[in-house]
């Protein structure tokens, strides 16, 4: 029996929809992370099931034949509505599982910030299950980016802000660390202009803006920074900061994280203060259990002094969600 229409599958009308799109085949194999010639081989068996040519290739390129130009409206609307479908099932799939994943780089901390959040969260949902996720700091976004958290509790500012909604969970003073026998130990306070010649610890370069935030690029009057060594944690900074590699700024909620024994820190003048937030995907803001957790944080953080508890989607745009 030959083959119908009806035999077309998914796979088939992305291919051809990308093809369109680009006019290249090359690129359009890029974009779909297949190779070239199985990328040709599978349009080639797309139009011998529809019996008809979908595109003219010749060496001035690739073009759109008069039954392609007709078949991709409606090749988009199918792959569209089948996203809309998925997307419903993945939506009460995740109602059903009732499950939150909660990214971080390190522990919240400041005051029991964290087991207030959950207890408040699970007073409201307690059918819900939260699990937290530990990510290096390679990933400034907690892994919000990859999807592996709903929401995460990060630091500003994030790559690809737009992608993002949070609210501030705290907005504190910037101190800098450094060991203990370092010459600048003894004063009181630090002026960040004293140290713009000292060895800093950097963020790994995946971390984009991040990076640039710690190690205070913009108070430095356009001077580079010089890199002591990278650290992707809380303990590799510890261990950087005792073997003299460098100094590093730190949020002075994060100040018992480092000063252990050995390293000290001290009030810093000259940069903007650090913020700290609960961010989510924009998309999942309408999500019942994200907008649960952000009103828990945001209850949590105002009582405590932080955040006001006026809940991120009653606001117009998702901009405005964000505070500072």
């Known amino acids: 029996m030959a083959m119908t229409s009806t035999d077309v599958h998914l796979r088939d ?18 974009r779909l992370y297949v190779s070239q010639p199985a990328l040709s ?7 011998r099931q529809l019996g008809v040519e979908l595109f003219r290739r010749d060496r001035q390129g690739v073009t759109l034949t008069a039954a392609g130009t007709a078949l991709l409206p409606h090749a988009r609307r199918v792959l569209a509505g089948w996203a809309e479908g998925a997307a419903a099932v993945a939506e009460a799939r995740a109602a059903e599982r009732s499950t939150l994943v909660v990214g971080m780089s390190t522990s919240p901390g400041r005051g029991g910030l964290l087991p207030a959040i959950r207890s408040r969260f699970t007073a409201a949902h307690p059918d819900a299950v939260l699990r937290l996720r530990q990510v290096p700091w390679e990933d400034p976004t907690a892994g919000l980016a990859d999807g592996e958290a709903d929401v995460a509790f990060v630091w500003l500012p994030l790559p690809d802000a737009d992608r993002y909604a949070w609210t501030v969970i705290a907005e504190e003073p910037v101190d800098i660390a450094l060991p203990e026998s370092h010459p600048l130990a003894d004063r009181p306070e630090i002026d960040f202009r004293d140290l713009l010649d000292e060895p800093f610890l ?25 890199i002591g060594a990278e650290i992707a944690g809380t303990e590799e900074t510890y261990e950087a900061l005792v073997a003299g590699l460098g100094i590093c700024l730190v949020a002075r909620g994060n100040v018992p994280l480092l000063t252990l024994g050995g390293v000290t820190t001290r009030p810093l003048h000259g940069v903007p203060p650090s913020r700290y937030v609960l961010a989510w995907r924009t998309e999942d803001t309408g999500r019942p259990l994200v907008r649960g957790y952000a009103e828990a944080c945001r209850r949590v953080a105002g009582r405590a002094g932080g955040a006001p508890e006026v809940p991120a989607w009653v606001r117009p745009e998702p901009r405005s969600v964000r505070s500072g």
């Open 41 to 47: 081989k599978q349009i080639r068996a797309l139009e």
């Open 202 to 226: 950097a963020l790994p370069e995946s971390s984009g803006p991040l990076r640039d935030h710690w190690l205070a690029l913009d108070a430095r009057g356009g001077r580079p920074p010089v």
């Open 13 to 30: 009308l992305r291919y051809f929809t990308t093809v369109a799109e680009e006019l290249h085949f090359t690129r359009a194999a890029e």
